[in-house]
């Protein structure tokens, strides 16, 4: 009996320990929001959203620069890794046991683990110096490799879950190899496929490092890819290790609004994943 | 007499090191049902793959012998142009999800990038559905997706689909094994009517079936032909002491 109720004990023991635990550590991230939320909600407008950054001590500035600028390096990154990251899931679940296959897939798994700084050297190598100065090109090129990587696991697990029997029918059908993967195989795979991407697409939306010396930051608004560009983690990065006061304020809204945007993503796949 | 539409000629195939159809030479007859039947692993599957050339989905499978149809060989014609003249239909039915019940009808035409009117397409999907006995039950919402139908529906959804491409022949691969009776019941009965317009070829477990439904019945077993004939003659006085075990279930 005595033996009973101390079990009994340990048991409840063992769950408080589990939830005391989940508590403790919900605690440094419910900090990180209510300090963004508290010290950037004071400077977010609509002009802060729409003007451009201005020199420390003067009023109104703003970081539509750099929310456009991120918007436009995300795209490139999307424009460039949607494609190949498809076509390499598609062709993993294809070929899935051939040597290429499972050669590549080491190669994915080792640039998933390559820091996201080194990504940075390469395409300052590969891209800055051939093309004699940074660009936005050149840090979509970066964030493009970052986010492959996810885009093709993705894939390959989405597709592998199609049932043979689709494939079957199309080809039954007459319809060729090639259409048969892209009319019926993709489109069927799509919302595991969106989810990689906006999984993607969260991951590198606040990555700085690989920007430091690719996208470089600059204080005007551009469209031109081939110009250096800001963004909002490079705004987040220069102005909150800068001395005045009034732009680490608009770090705090920069912030603010990345994390906004990324929990924004996270919602929107949940709820296509739950689809 | 009856006309040869698909001849089959010294046809064997081994996949891997096994081999899985041995030497089997026959003929189907146009606008009759044969039934090929045999207890599980004899081969039957395969066979029928073998005369829209789906076996070439399967890695290592060899193919010797010749199939033709109307006098050309199979193995000599662009895949994609048999398999639009000799349809199929699969043991689970397999609409395709992310298309609406009119766009699956007219789905050989849609990813083949055949262009149709609108008014050809409305009368191959309205024509079809009612082959496939379908047309009253999804009538109203044919833009809705096929999901909320029952496993027979979209059984005949997938006919509906072979016919619409309007094959000569249409191989069924077990097509009820994975329905109820009443469905099964449904289906049998199109069959019947389909004759009218194609020659069937279908594989099926059930002896009951065979003898139902068929014209002609082929007995496989263990990858030899080992008796094919009327389905009357095979039913009642089969020459092959094989046959008659396998049909009074002493095996399989």
């Given amino acids: 009996m005595d033996q009973l109720s101390t079990r009994l004990f340990k048991d409840l023991a063992f769950r408080i320990y589990l939830v005391i635990t989940t508590m403790i550590l919900l605690v440094p991230l419910g900090l990180i929001l209510y300090y963004i939320v508290r010290n950037g909600i004071a400077v977010i407008s609509w002009d802060f959203l729409t003007s451009l950054p201005k020199p420390p001590g003067t009023s109104g500035a703003g970081i539509a620069n750099a929310i456009v600028g991120s918007g436009l390096l995300i795209g490139t990154a999307a424009l460039l890794s949607i494609p190949f990251g498809i076509t390499l899931g598609l062709f993993l679940t294809e070929f899935s046991n051939s040597r290429l296959a499972s050669v590549v897939r080491i190669c994915v798994e080792i640039l998933q683990g390559i820091p996201s700084i080194v ?38 697990e989405t597709l592998k879950l199609i049932p043979h029997s689709l494939k079957e029918a199309s080809l039954g059908l007459g319809v060729p190899y090639y259409r048969t993967m892209i009319k019926i195989i993709v489109p069927a795979g799509f919302n595991g496929i969106l989810t990689g991407i906006l999984l993607g697409v969260a991951r590198v939306a606040g990555e700085t490092a690989p920007l430091l010396f690719t996208a470089f930051g600059n204080p005007f608004m551009t469209l031109n890819v081939t110009q250096p560009i800001n963004s909002l983690p490079l705004i987040i990065y220069n102005f909150a290790t800068s001395p005045y006061a009034d732009w680490q304020q608009i770090a705090w809204g920069a912030s603010l609004i990345l994390i906004l945007f990324v929990l924004g993503l996270s919602l929107l796949t949940r709820t296509l994943i739950k689809r | ?58 890695p290592n499978t060899v193919v010797s012998g010749s199939i033709s149809l109307y006098k050309k060989n199979i193995y000599e014609m662009n895949p994609i142009m048999v398999r639009r003249e000799i349809g199929m239909v699969f043991q689970r039915p397999n609409p395709f999800p992310t298309m609406s019940i009119y766009d699956n009808v007219i789905a050989g035409y849609i990813l083949n990038g055949i262009k149709l009117k609108r008014t050809e397409k409305d009368q191959i999907v309205e024509s079809s559905l009612h082959k496939a006995g379908l047309w009253n039950e999804v009538k109203d919402a044919l833009h809705r997706r096929g999901a909320f139908l029952s496993g027979g529906q979209q059984q005949r959804l997938c006919i509906a689909r072979a016919l619409a491409m309007k094959p000569r022949v249409l191989l069924l691969d077990e097509p009820t094994s994975a329905l109820d009776p009443k469905s099964t019941a449904h289906i049998e009965d199109l069959i019947s009517e389909l004759k009218e317009t ?40 089969p020459d092959d002491k094989r046959t008659e075990e396998y049909l009074s279930r002493k095996f399989g």
Avoid at chain 1, 136 to 144: D, E, P, Q, V
């Fill in chain 1, 119 to 156: 990504i940075g050297i390469m395409a300052y190598l590969w891209i800055v110096v051939p093309m004699g100065g940074f660009s936005a090109l050149s840090g979509g090129i970066a964030l493009a490799l970052m986010m492959l990587p996810m885009i093709i696991r993705s894939t390959e």
């Fill in chain 2, 1 to 58: 007499m009856n006309k040869q539409i698909l001849e089959i000629d010294h046809l064997t195939v081994t996949i891997g090191d096994d081999k899985i159809i041995k030497d089997i030479s026959m003929s189907f007859y146009r606008k009759k049902v044969t039934a090929i039947m045999g207890p599980s692993g004899c081969g039957k599957t395969t066979l029928v793959r073998c005369i829209n050339r789906m076996h070439e989905l399967i």
């Fill in chain 2, 198 to 237: 194609v020659t069937i070829i279908m594989v099926t477990h059930n002896i009951g079936q065979a003898s139902r439904v068929s014209d002609f019945t082929a007995f496989l077993y263990l990858g030899e032909l080992i008796e094919y004939g009327t389905t009357e003659k095979l039913f009642t006085v």
